[in-house]
């Protein structure tokens, strides 16, 4: 058996949830997400100072520790990478790291989290997500909105409370659906993907109809309701595929994907121009060079509904 890098998503199949078949991770193992302030950051845990939508890592991309940073530096738990805990501090003015000097190391490089999740494996890039997160909600979190009075952290959660009228201001998740939709490919012929192209963002990419979910509606009325919004088609066979904390913008996102074959076999999809610009069927063993990035599940889903179409 070859050994992929650990944690990529090399292999779709690894994502697809198979509680029965799939073992149980030791604990500790992976990465944790936690709120826990108990204890105090050790020099030797790991730090994730954050700038705007940025992570500063080590020159060689690896993530510092605490006592590699300013003793004042103010520390906000995130959680635990295998067993380590990680934390995150807001750098308000930070020092564009130089570039390296004949003689000394440089300081390190500041990252997106897009170039983070392209290089680092999966668990890594998580951490720095929701250390982005974090750091992005405290920010934007500080007053109440009820009555203006400074909000108070809450202990032992990423959580905000107000000391006048009491009122809880947890961090917010936002869910997103992303669908892979295929159909009976012409006479023998393979089957095919649908594929779109966005009015703004990456819009070279061909990507899978996507949205968020609206407070009171179950995840597969949301892909019902994207689909019929984005292409006009109906979609039937819908099915639970995975999921991925997403930290491209803002905080909180949780990408959920799904599969889902067209109701009607020949019906064409229809853009409005707006959000879309095109929608094409693909033939699944003609698929466009112009795909999502290897470490997000829109790329998995289409990866999995080309192995699909093999068997
Ligand atoms: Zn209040």
Request: charged share 20%.
């Amino acid at each position: 058996m070859s050994a992929p890098s650990p944690g990529l998503p090399t292999d779709p199949a690894v994502h697809r949830p198979s509680p029965a078949s799939e073992p149980v991770p030791p604990v500790g193992d992976g990465f944790l997400p936690g709120a826990d302030r108990t204890t105090l950051p050790a020099p030797g845990d790991l730090a994730l100072p954050v700038s705007g939508r940025r992570v500063l890592t080590r020159a060689d991309g690896r993530f510092a520790r605490v006592g590699e940073l300013p003793a004042d530096t103010g520390w906000v738990p995130v959680g635990t990478l295998d067993g380590v805990p990680v934390w995150a501090a807001e750098v308000a003015d930070p020092a564009e790291p130089a570039e390296p000097a004949a003689t000394d190391e440089p300081a390190g490089r500041w990252c997106s989290w897009r170039s983070l999740a392209a290089e680092l494996p999966e668990r890594f890039a998580t951490a720095a997500g929701r250390a982005l997160a974090v750091v992005t909600w405290r920010r934007t979190h500080r007053w109440c909105g009820a009555c203006r009075a400074e909000l108070a952290d809450v202990p032992g959660e990423t959580a905000r409370r107000c000391p006048d009228c009491d009122l809880y201001v947890p961090m917010r998740l936002s869910a997103a659906v992303l669908v892979a939709i295929t159909r009976r490919g012409p006479a023998g012929g393979p089957d095919e993907l649908l594929l779109v192209r966005h009015a703004y963002g990456p819009t070279e990419l061909w990507a899978l109809v996507a949205g968020f979910v609206e407070t009171g509606e179950t995840l597969e009325a949301a892909v019902h309701r994207e689909v019929g919004e984005e292409v006009g088609l109906a979609v039937d066979r819908v099915a639970y595929f995975g999921s991925q904390p997403w930290a491209m913008s803002g905080p909180g996102t949780l990408l959920t994907g799904f599969t889902a074959t067209a109701a009607d076999p020949s019906a064409e999809p229809v853009v409005d121009g707006r959000e879309l610009v095109e929608a094409r069927w693909f033939p699944l063993d003609a698929l466009p060079a112009e795909l999502p990035p290897a470490y997000s599940i829109s790329r998995w889903l289409v990866d999995a509904a080309v192995s699909a179409g093999r068997r």
